[in-house]
C-alpha cells in the first residue's frame, strides 16, 4: 500500500517523503533539504502566532523535534508541511503564555496607533494581521485557534487536524464549526463597525 | 477597501484567505536560515536525537566548562604569539580532534589534499560540521576543522554507479560523512548525494548509514582501523563485498535487486563480526518493494 514517489512535480525534486526516507535513516543532508522546503512557511505561521523573536526560537525547536521524531512520519505523505504545522503548533501551546504576552502587547501598540490594517508584526518578518481578524482571533479559545488555523493553512481534514492535535475527530469538527463561526460573525461585525 | 468587502461576506474560503494571508509563509534570508538551522542542529544535539557514541554526551557535558576555559586561555597565549609553533597540535586536542573517532580512524592523522574536495561536498560538510556544537564558529571560519579536516574517504563503483565519500572529524566523538554519487565512468555530478555526522557505537567497527536514491540503495560509512573487508549478506542468501576506502566503505544496489540482510567485517587479525542490518525488510516497509516486482 505504501508508495515511493520519488518526482514531485511541484518542485521539480524528491517528494518529502522520499527525501524522509533517508531522513529516518539519518540522512543530515536530506533533511536539510525538507527544512530548506517548509521553513518559510513554519516561520510565517509561529511568527503570526507568537511573535518574530519568539518565532524563530520556536522554528528550530520545530524542526529539531521533527528530527527526533522523524520515525513517526508517514512516508505516505507526500508533503511534510501538514505534519510540521502540528509539531510547530505543539511548540507554540508550549509557549502559550508568551503567546498571550504577544496579543497584550500587539493590542497595546494597535490601540496606540494604527487601526484597521495596522503592521502588528513588523522587524523583518513582513508578516500582516489586521486589527479586525486580530480581534476576532481573540475571541476564539486556544484549541479553536490552532483547529482553524491547522485546517486553514496546512489544508488538513478535520481527522488530520484531530490527529496532530491528539484529540478526537468529533471535537476537531466541534471546534472547527464552532471557530468559523465566532471568525465571520465577528469580522462582519467588526465591518460593520467600522462602516457606520 | 478590498479587505473590507471580503470581511463583509465573510465565508469559509474568505476565512482561509484571510488566515493565509496572516499566517502564510514569510521570506526568509539564507543567514536567518542557518541560523535556525544551527539552532535546531544544537538542540538535536544536546537532546542525543542524533547517533554518538554511549556517554559521549554526558562526559562532554562534563567537561564542556572545562574546555571553554582552556580554549580560552589557550586564544591567549596564541595571541600573544607564546606558543605559536605548539598552537595547532595544542588547539587540535583542545577542541577534541584527538578523540574517540580519529584514534580509531587513521585516515584523519594523513596529510590532506584539499583539491580533492568538490566544491558541493565541501559546502555539505561545513554545514554539518557547523552545526555540531562545542567546536567555536570561529574556528571553523578559520579552516581547521571545515576544510583541512576534509580527507576523500573513498572514490569506486558498484552496480554502474561511482560513489564518493569524504569525512572529517568533529569536536565531538563523531565524523561526518558526504557523498556523491554518479554514473560510472563520469566526473560526480555538481550536487546531489547525502551526508550524515556519525559515531561508532557498542564496540561495532562500523559506523554505518542508509541512503536511497532511487533506484539505488547505498549502505555505507566510516570503518575504524583494523577492518578489511566489509561482507553484506543479501535477502537471498548470497553475499556481496562492499568497497573498501580509507577508513570507510561502502555497498550500492538496485531498489529491486536482493538488499541486505546483515553486514559482516572482517578484522586484520582475520577474526570476524557480524550484525543484522535489515535493509530489505525496511526497503519493503517503507517503500512497497516488494509489491512493485
Redo the contacts between chains.
Sequence with gaps: ????P?HNPETSG?TDG?LM??V???????F?MV??RH???I???V???VGPDVG??L??????TA??LRDRFD?TVTSARPWLYGIATMMVRRHRAAEQRWVDAAEGEARLGAG??AQVLGS???????A??RRAMELLTALERDV??L???ADASPREVARMLGISHVSARVRLSRA?RK??AA??H???G??T | MS??RR??T???ID??D???????????DEA??D???S???V??DG?T???SVPGARSARRGWRGLRVAVVTAAACVVLTGLAAAAAPDLASRLLGLRGPELDRMEVFQEPVAQDEVPAWALR?LE??TE?VPGVPKANLAGSMVGTKQVRLLLDGEMAGVRIGMWGTPTSTSRACY?WLSGRAGQPFPARG??????GFRDGWPLSE??????PNWFVMGGAADGVVAVRLTLEDGTKADALMGNNAFAWIGRDHDPLPVAIEVERVDGTFVRRPHNLAA?AD?????R??R
Design positions: 500500500m505504501t508508495t515511493n520519488t524528491p522520499a526516507v533517508t529516518q535513516r539519518g540522512d543530515a543532508v536530506a536539510r527544512f530548506e521553513v518559510d512557511a516561520r510565517g505561521y511568527a503570526a502566532r524563530d526560537d522554528v528550530s525547536e520545530t524542526f529539531a528530527w527526533q512516508l484597521r490594517g523583518g518578518v513582513g508578516t500582516t494581521i489586521s479586525p481578524l482553524l488555523l485546517t486553514a493553512l468559523r471568525l465571520a469580522l462582519d467588526d465591518t460593520r467600522d462602516a | 479587505l473590507m470581511q463583509a465573510t465565508n469559509v476565512q482561509d484571510l488566515l493565509v494571508e496572516a499566517f502564510g509563509p514569510v521570506s526568509t536567518r536560515r541560523a535556525i538551522w539552532q535546531a542542529m538542540r538535536i537532546a536525537g542524533m547517533p555539505q554545514q554539518l552545526d558526504v548525494g547525502g551526508g550524515t555526522c556519525i548509514s542508509d541512503s536511497f536514491d532511487g525496511y516497509e517503507m517503500l512497497g518493494r509489491a512493485q
